[in-house]
């Protein structure tokens, strides 16, 4: 089933584009990645999504409503982790999950919730005496707390500490084994190809790329390289006729392989087989990061 449907999204603030004929699907139990550079129109698109801003033209379709139309019917039905999202100092994290829980007709348990996501401890910890992490553990309870069939989630990990941003992918992994579908949006490469299934770049407000990470990447950058030395004298023959291998470069005692598949076991194991010794065995796979730079020419932070 698909959860989410747009069609032809446009949005100006002013005499700026935000958002430029944006169109793209997200289907029933998938997490969904929308990347690109600060102000490419990733947060905008995705407050459309969710009914929190109205587009100036085109089609927005979320579990088969309007969501500028339906307003806090289709909203009890959506968790929001906003890009900056922010509680009272002295609210304390069981009296959040309360106060939200209080908004809906048939929430989840709050003190099921605080022990799933680890937050049992917390319970009377003031929101300000949080850690990063412990608040994105709870602004991820209070986006569950409804029970919703999706999850927007924006710039979820921004700030966290490498333990940190791992421990809330963990998270997000949970989400999905619930069922629920998730709309990430991020500016980290290595955190959308681990966690999601299809990733949508936008750039200058357009769709520059959708697709799987991995298929983005493949179709994106240059294949995969291997380089290495050897003492005697190589023939590029001997790897040249492998079908994963694309070409070889023999520059004196330098050889550089390119390719796709199991690149890295074909070659060595024809090496190994020809008893061919090697020094400075490198492999280098493109990444999604590779794609992303080459496709808007910004690097990640």
Not at 8 to 14: E, F, V
Not at 48 to 57: A, E
Request: hydrophobic content about 40%; glycine content about 10%.
């Amino acid at each position: 089933m698909t959860v989410i449907e747009v069609r032809n999204l446009h949005k100006r603030y002013g005499e700026r584009v935000a958002v430029d004929g944006v169109s793209f699907t997200v289907e029933r139990g998938e997490v969904f990645g929308v990347l690109g550079p600060n102000g490419a129109g990733k947060t905008t698109t995705v407050e459309c999504v969710s009914g929190l801003r109205s587009p100036d033209s085109g089609t927005v379709r979320v579990l088969g409503s309007d969501p500028a139309a339906v307003g806090s019917g289709l909203r009890q039905r959506v968790g929001m982790q906003l890009q900056e999202s922010h509680l009272p100092d002295r609210l304390r994290v069981g009296e959040a999950l309360d106060l939200y829980a209080s908004c809906y007709p048939a929430p989840l348990d709050p003190r099921a919730l605080l022990d799933e996501w680890g937050l049992a401890d917390l319970r009377d910890r003031p929101f300000a005496k949080l850690s990063g992490g412990q608040k994105q553990r709870l602004f991820i309870a209070l986006s569950l707390v409804g029970g919703p069939e999706l999850v927007v989630l924006d710039e979820l990990t921004t700030g966290l500490d490498p333990h940190a941003r791992r421990d809330t992918w963990d998270l997000v992994e949970r989400i999905k084994e619930r069922g629920v579908t998730v709309v990430l949006v991020s500016h980290f490469m290595e955190e959308a190809e681990r966690l999601c299934d299809r990733v949508m770049v936008i750039d200058g407000g357009r769709v520059v790329a959708l697709d799987t990470p991995a298929g983005l990447t493949a179709r994106t950058v240059p294949p995969q390289r291997i380089r290495f030395r050897t003492s005697d004298p190589f023939d590029a023959e001997l790897l040249s006729g492998l079908h994963e291998v694309a070409s070889v470069t023999v520059t004196g005692s330098r050889v550089e392989v390119t390719g796709a598949g199991d690149l890295l076991h074909a070659v060595t194991s024809v090496l190994a087989g020809r008893h061919v010794v090697v020094a400075d065995l490198r492999a280098d796979r493109p990444t999604l990061d590779d794609a992303y730079v080459a496709l808007t020419g910004t690097r990640t932070p």
